[in-house]
């Protein structure tokens, strides 16, 4: 009982703290051995850290640690080389201002699917939403939503090959690819995208009859609505660091877009690149190959559940590369960039490596045996639906997708694989339901992500939680529950 109250104390306390700003590198080791503490044992706290959460953490960085960085470092050359700001253009300029919502949630969601870094399209995004926004005379409070609904949402979790990392998590877990349940994925993505499409339009008309257009705001306070005096709150995927690097690579990045132009079609080849190379490893060049000599060479490797994150990476090597080349003699300081984009990845990988450390260590109580058969056993005949509860739970709590996603199969991976076999569900279901239940709860108000969105747009959750919840939340709950329906009648497609 007293392990059980511990686990719930310390989750509570992390949720608290972090949206009070503290970093979760301190504190999920400090709730993980609180945990122990009030569990009684005391002797265990020390060992609990030093063997147990570091030892989860060191295993999440060895799986994933790639990933992070090649992602964070394909975003910030997409940013710095100009080919974000052309593609958002070239959409805008197609679909007017009379259409800016439409026109922002494409933009957030090309540059997204294609690899950049969420944080880096929103910072690269808000100007051109701005403008698009006021000149259409649609309320600025909805450009949050607006940029969610295309970064945070469909592209992030459902749309077949993103390379998002929540797309990569289950990977390890369930010997699946970032193309898990395919259709199925298209059909979540399309119920987000056209529902949250759908929601914020009628939130505009609403506006206009009630005569409410942009609005007066301070448009010229910081970059992108950030005063310089105030950093946003900290998150457990981001932190105010993370918000003053983007401050100063977003001015870089500008500076550098007016002087060397990047066209469409030059922008677009990278992005292309990561899903097509990724797609073409998977389901032509790895499955013709002969792993047995690999394997005898490392005994432990576990072929199957690596081929996976092996396509992701080398996709973004090569998209990285060819970005680099394409833009030979137009860089400002590639040097600067290719550090940066390095740097940006070091703060998201420890933040959630430390969540999954804490995991560990909660999972290693004997309180955590309750709570494990009562999440189970929510549906001892469909564990879709005991999955999903999961891990949108955990992403709520954590205020993180990933953070909630790894903490989940860290603990719960194992019996959840066992229990598809059991119920003869595709793994591949399995994948895709917890990626999409993971983008359920994740942006609560405490969410780092969500903390950092305002501050970039200068506004406040009272202006524009309410839209951007519907748009991240509720919508993409009723697209989980309409996946494991499907799912659980026709089976994985």
Known sequence: MFSTLAIIITLFLLMFFAYRGYSVLILAPIMATLAVFLSGNFLSSIPAYTDVFMGALSGFL????????????FGRLMADSGAAT??????????????????????????????????VVAFAIYPIAKDLFKAADIPKRLIPAAIALGSFTFTMTALPGTPAIQNAIPIPYYNTNVFAAP??????????????????????????????????HDDDVGVGGI??????????????AQSNIAKSNLATSSAMQNTHQTSFTIAMIPLVLVIALNALLTYAVFPSL??????????????????GLWSIIISLVVACIVLIVLRIGHWNNLQKTINRGTYDSMLPIFNT??????????????????????????????????????????????????GGLSIALSTLGDDYLRMAVEAGIDPELMHRVAVMAAGGLDTLPHSGAVITLF???????????????????????????????????????
């Open 62 to 73: 060895l799986k994933f640690f790639p990933i992070f960085l090649l992602g964070a470092l």
């Open 353 to 402: 490596a430390s969540e999954v450390g804490y995991g560990a260590v909660i999972a290693s109580l004997a309180g955590f045996l309750i709570i494990r058969d009562n999440i189970l056993n929510l549906s001892p005949d469909n564990p879709l639906i005991s999955e999903a509860v999961a891990m949108t739970t955990l992403a709520g709590i954590t205020g993180s997708s990933s």
């Open 290 to 307: 002969d792993f047995s000599g690999l394997q005898a060479q490392f005994p432990d490797l576990n072929i199957d559940g690596s081929l």
């Open 183 to 216: 259709i199925l994925g298209i059909i979540g993505g399309t119920i987000m995208f056209i529902g949250g499409w759908l929601w914020l339009q009628s939130r505009a008309r609403k506006a206009n009859a009630a005569g409410e257009g942009y609005g007066q």
């Open 455 to 493: 501050a970039i747009c200068g506004l406040t959750h009272k202006q524009s939680y309410l839209n951007l919840a519907m748009v991240t939340m509720v919508i993409p709950l009723i697209a989980v529950t309409s996946i494991i329906i499907l799912g659980t009648m026709f089976g994985s497609f």
């Open 86 to 119: 052309a593609i958002a253009n070239t959409v805008v300029e197609k679909l007017g201002a009379s259409k800016a919502i439409l026109a922002v949630i494409l933009v957030c969601a090309i540059l997204t699917y294609g690899g950049v870094s969420l944080f």
């Open 227 to 240: 005063d310089a005096k105030k950093e946003p709150a900290n998150d457990t995927t981001n932190n105010a």
